[in-house]
């Protein structure tokens, strides 16, 4: 049974910086895809970074490029989603995800991904 648990969120001043972290358990991850996507009120769950498990490609939302990085540590099992430079629009529910059988094409697709955590809140104020 795969999990995903979520750490990390909280309040924060725009313009600082803050660090997420997904604990993943259940199974080896070896060629998942492991990825972070985050869901504001009222709008839709939209794909914010992922990472191969086993071959450490990146993939990143346009407009998110530069200022989130995403990274794993295999002896820790945990995928890390660092946000530098948060503005208020930032705000919304991080949520760590994983998916089986990745394919590039639609690796920036929430359905994509068979496996979700709770999510963590992130609130930017300005």
């Known amino acids: 049974q795969v999990q995903l648990v979520e750490s990390g969120g909280g309040v924060v001043q725009a313009g600082a910086s803050l660090r997420l972290s997904c604990a993943a358990s259940?199974?080896?991850?070896?060629?998942?895809?492991m990825g972070w996507f985050r869901q504001a009120p009222g709008k839709e769950r939209a794909f914010v970074a992922a990472?191969?498990?086993?071959?450490?490609?990146?993939y990143y939302a346009d407009a998110l490029k530069g200022r989130f990085t995403i990274s794993r540590e295999h002896a820790k099992n945990t995928i890390d989603l660092q946000m530098d430079s948060l503005k208020p629009e930032d705000t919304a529910v991080y949520y760590c995800?994983?998916?089986?059988?990745?394919?590039?094409?639609?690796?920036?697709?929430?359905?994509?991904?068979?496996?979700w955590g709770q999510g963590t809140q992130v609130t930017v104020s300005s």
């Open positions: 990472i191969g498990w086993s071959s450490g490609t990146t």
């Open positions: 259940g199974r080896t991850f070896d060629n998942y895809l």
């Open positions: 995800a994983a998916d089986p059988n990745p394919l590039e094409v639609i690796a920036r697709v929430a359905r994509a991904y068979d496996y």
